[in-house]
């Protein structure tokens, strides 16, 4: 992404470490835990790499619709498993981000200029509202509740829950990978 590349490191150290957060949810005793962790463990990464600094890295012409496919593929996973619920449908819109972001960069001369207009383009300010709207509910959800309001994911609310198990660390990451996002955008 374009911008400094301090932010693009910050960043990509977010990223990463809500990646490796994700892949350690994928433990989970819960199937449905364990489903989200690995789309949300493919999105951390993915914007990881996607941050790096162009400064230190330019990736190859090949690697930005490369990022396309791959999302492309998430995006119609998350479309199949809204299905099931409408919670996918932000994987879904996530994804699609991911692809608008990956065909941009793909299209901007030289990877290092604008748009070529003035103003945002209307995509990219859609999911800039989207995502603003959607960092300001996860941080809503994580204030905390009264004392016993939650119950332990997956064990009944019996026992002791593991710490990839609970439910505000799993708010926490898409919560940052949310500002992540809004972050990408307004530096496309």
């Not at 911008?3 to 199937?31: D, K, N, Q």
């Amino acid at each position: 992404m374009h911008g400094p590349a301090s932010h693009g490191w910050l960043l990509v150290a977010l990223c990463a470490a809500t990646g490796a957060y994700c892949l350690l949810r994928m433990r989970s005793h819960v199937e449905e835990q364990r489903r989200a962790a690995g789309g949300e463990a493919l999105m951390g990464f993915g914007m990881a790499a996607m941050a790096v600094p162009g400064a230190v890295f330019t990736p190859p012409s090949w690697a930005w619709p490369g990022y396309a496919a791959v999302f492309g593929v998430a995006a119609l996973h998350a479309l199949w498993s809204a299905r099931a619920g409408v919670h996918h449908l932000h994987h879904l819109v996530g994804a699609s981000a991911m692809v608008y972001m990956a065909a941009a960069m793909a299209a901007s001369p030289g990877h290092a200029g604008g748009h070529g207009g003035s103003g945002i383009p209307l995509v990219t300010g859609v999911l800039l509202l989207y995502f603003t709207g959607y960092v300001l509910l996860s941080g809503v959800r994580l204030v905390p509740v009264a004392a016993g309001g939650v119950e332990g994911v997956g064990s009944g609310g019996l026992g002791v829950v593991g710490w990839g198990d609970r439910p505000e660390l799993a708010r926490a990451c898409r919560l940052s990978m949310g500002i992540a996002m809004v972050a990408m955008l307004v530096t496309l």
